[in-house]
């Protein structure tokens, strides 16, 4: 009892002296608040991201066939997939409709897809599918740059540029909007007319089979059978995008580094920075009989303060600015994908080993270098130390 | 006198020991202060009445020496212990004080009551009773940087009291005040002598040494004792 009632006046009289250098503690705090939410964000979206992916790539066909031409993706007929049909362990083959937009007016790409029973993850919408000619659905993304909402009309400019135009009966409000934000739904027949793709003719072709042990030993036939496609694993699109993920995770782990660096300063800084006025209070209170453990523990609950305060902060102010403001100022990392997404907002995913990471980041380094040079002064003799 | 509170023993004090710029502060000092004695250490600046008052009080220890404290000899004993004896056995009023300038006056006198199992409403109490002895009470709340030299003076002594130390050390407690003010903290000195405590005070202005309420005059000089006057 006594020793809490102790450890309550020390962490009273700590708290005390925080305010007394108000000025100095603000500017510590205001600065490490800043580099939490710098790391905080990277952690966040970094996070985030990934398990968008992982959300995005569960729903992606196990195998894709296109046809290459001259190096290039090219038109697929649909003879083909009665060869690949008659394949074992194929249970289903059905044709893609697709393709990029390039919208001039708001400088975006779009990808618009006709709609099939290949397209499969879109579950939560508000309205309906498209069911005939003339209707179109739109990822939030789309709606959101055109100003656009169910019952208002879409209007695209086909091959021989065409004002062709689509009445909007669905938005995708979808949680994963990685999927869908840039997407436009319109009926198989819309498409083949706004792309002018010949009939018997698709896009690319999606395989179906019965065990998925089996894709790649198919995928293998469907090469050596038609030597002018190119089978696409959902494995492998899983390789490109960890590539592309990679790049960009490099791109965060520099500035995380920096930020680290920035942060490493700054506390050496602190470190080898006991101001002559801290020291003798340090002195004048071992004079009127404090213990260097009773000064280590004033120490220790001032760099607590400070650092959890800057903590707390930082990580709610990095929330913020992913999930609520669409990660702004990670924007120059994020310029590839800006493009894609016109509006950015990820489903916030907390993942707690990441904020114990930076729990251990920011407060343990910060309380270790305040706390060392205040020990150094309170084993020294009061006299030593006061007179500095 | 009851016996003997503190024993010198051939004590001496180097600063900056093996440097170029070492300093023999003291050499030799050998003296026995008795319980309730009131002891004056005079001397010109420079002969080393701070760095024994130091030592006495446990906040340096001697080079070469044995210094014992109500029979524990402190010279050897580790810092956590010499704490202790610190706060239970000595106040000390330094020559500039060393108050905490930015936080009030009852916040100074507090100060070695933190590290007690004491609460802190009784710590208050304490503190602020102790103000209302020196004086004090009605700037309680000030900060002590709007004090005068007299009242600072004052406060390191209410900070040194309040933990009723056995032993009051002074040093120099009347270089930053007027003749007034001195005469003013001699009378009180001298009400803290009638308690029974032990006072040991450095300095160097007549006006304490000649005003004859000492024991015992111990007169330094280059860092030894070179007479002992007293009753
Ligand atoms: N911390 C220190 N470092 C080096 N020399 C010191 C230190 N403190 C005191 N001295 C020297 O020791 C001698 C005695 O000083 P001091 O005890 O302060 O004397 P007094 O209090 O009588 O003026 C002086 O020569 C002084 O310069
Ligand atoms: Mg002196």
Redesign the interface.
């Known amino acids: 009892m006594d020793q809490m009632i102790r450890h309550s006046k020390i962490l009273d009289f700590a708290i005390m002296s925080i305010f007394r250098r108000r000025l100095k503690n603000l500017s510590i705090v205001i600065v490490f608040t800043l580099l939490t939410a710098i790391l905080s964000s990277i952690l966040f979206f970094t996070h985030s991201f990934k398990m968008e992916a992982v959300g995005l790539l569960a729903d992606a066909p196990e195998l894709i066939v296109q046809r290459v031409s001259g190096g290039r993706h090219a038109l697929i007929a649909e003879d083909y997939m009665e060869v690949i049909r008659g394949f074992y362990g194929v249970s289903d083959v059905i044709p893609r409709y697709w393709g990029y937009y390039f919208d001039r007016a708001t400088d975006s790409n779009y990808t618009v897809m006709g709609i099939n029973r290949a397209v499969s993850g879109l579950g939560l919408l508000r309205g309906r599918l498209p069911s005939q000619e003339g209707e179109c659905a739109l990822g939030s993304g789309v709606a959101e740059v055109k100003h656009l909402d169910i019952g208002k009309r879409l209007y695209l400019l086909d091959s021989r540029r065409r004002v062709r135009s689509y009445r909007v009966v669905g938005i995708f409000d979808t949680l994963s909007r990685l999927l869908t934000n840039d997407l436009i739904l319109l009926t198989e027949d819309d498409i083949k007319e706004l792309f002018d793709i010949p009939s018997g003719m698709a896009t690319d072709i999606v395989v179906a089979v019965n065990n998925e042990l089996e894709v790649p030993y198919i995928a293998g036939k469907i090469k050596t059978t038609l030597p002018d496609t190119r089978p696409i694993m959902r494995s492998e699109i899983l390789q490109t995008y960890e590539t592309l993920f990679g790049w960009r995770s490099g791109m965060m782990l520099s500035m995380f580094l920096s930020s680290l660096v920035a942060f490493s300063i700054l506390a050496w800084d602190k470190a080898t920075g006991l101001s002559a006025e801290e020291r003798r209070e340090i002195g004048i209170l071992k004079a009127v009989g404090w213990e260097t453990s009773d000064i280590l523990e004033l120490k220790f609950w001032e760099g607590l303060v400070i650092s959890l305060t800057s903590f707390l902060t930082g990580t709610i102010i990095g929330y913020v600015h992913v999930f609520f403001l669409g990660a702004p100022l990670l924007s120059p990392v994020l310029k590839g994908w800006s493009v894609l997404f016109p509006s950015f907002d990820l489903i916030p995913y907390i993942n707690p080993y990441q904020i114990i990471t930076l729990f251990f980041l920011i407060v343990i380094p910060y309380i270790a270098v305040t706390i060392i040079p205040s020990w150094r002064a309170a084993i020294m003799d009061p006299d030593e130390v006061i007179r500095g | 006198m009851k016996g003997v509170l503190i024993e010198i023993e051939g004590v001496s004090k180097l600063y900056n020991q093996g440097m170029p710029d070492e300093v023999r502060a003291l050499t030799g000092i050998t003296m026995q202060i008795m319980k309730g004695e009131v002891v004056i250490l005079k001397g010109p600046s420079g002969s080393g009445k701070t760095t024994l008052l130091?030592l006495i009080g446990c906040?340096?220890?001697p080079t070469e020496g044995r210094i014992v404290v109500k029979g524990r000899a402190v010279s050897r004993l580790p810092?956590?212990f010499l704490?202790?004896i610190?706060?239970?056995t000595f106040g000390?009023v330094?020559q500039e004080f060393?108050?905490?300038m930015?936080?009030t006056l009852i916040?100074n006198v507090m100060?070695?009551l933190?590290?007690?199992?004491?609460?802190?409403s009784e710590?208050r109490l304490r503190a602020s009773s102790m103000l209302d002895r020196f004086g004090l009470s009605e700037k309680a709340d000030h900060l002590a940087r709007s004090l005068s030299g007299g009242q600072k003076q004052r406060l390191a002594i209410a900070?040194a009291m309040v933990?009723d130390p056995e032993i009051l050390l002074l040093d120099e407690p009347t270089a930053h005040l007027d003749a007034g003010c001195s005469e003013e903290l001699l009378n009180m000195l001298s009400s803290l002598r009638d308690d029974g405590r032990t006072i040991i005070i450095a300095t160097h202005d007549p006006l304490v040494y000649e005003r004859g309420f000492a024991d015992r005059i111990f007169e330094m000089r280059d860092g030894m004792i070179r007479g002992v006057s007293g009753r």
């Open positions: 130091s906040m340096a220890r810092e956590r704490t202790d610190r706060r239970k000390f330094f060393n108050l905490i930015d936080i916040e100060l070695p933190y590290p007690t199992g004491m609460r802190y710590i900070r933990n």
